[in-house]
């Protein structure tokens, strides 16, 4: 059995995605973390057959899912802008 094909490898690049995510937020590594983990748990119940590029193409619609989710549940509102007070650099 080839180790992709465990479950939880596959959790556990899910759980260390997320980790990493709060390191660079944007809700990318959060969807792949989202993703990783459903496939984790997809191989786990046996839905998931062995098969490497069905397993990336659920990671990839799931963070893609995900990604959109949160961009609507957190992103900029339509109508938002941003505006800057203060710079930066000033003290």
């Given at each position: 059995?080839?180790?992709?094909?465990?479950?939880?490898?596959?959790?556990?690049?899910?759980?260390?995605?997320?980790?990493?995510?709060?390191?660079a937020?944007?809700?990318?590594?959060?969807?792949?973390?989202?993703?990783?983990?459903?496939?984790?748990?997809?191989?786990?119940?046996?839905?998931?057959?062995?098969?490497?590029?069905?397993?990336?193409?659920?990671?990839?619609?799931?963070?893609?899912?995900?990604?959109?989710?949160?961009?609507?549940i957190?992103?900029?509102?339509?109508?938002?802008?941003?505006?800057?007070?203060?710079?930066?650099?000033?003290?």
């Open positions: 059995m080839m180790l992709w094909q465990e479950a939880w490898v596959w959790v556990t690049a899910g759980v260390i995605l997320g980790a990493l995510e709060m390191l937020p944007g809700f990318v590594l959060l969807g792949f973390a989202a993703g990783a983990i459903l496939v984790g748990l997809l191989i786990w119940l046996g839905v998931l057959g062995a098969s490497l590029p069905w397993m990336i193409l659920t990671l990839a619609v799931a963070a893609l899912v995900v990604w959109f989710a949160m961009r609507k957190a992103g900029v509102r339509e109508g938002q802008t941003k505006i800057w007070d203060r710079d930066i650099n000033e003290n």
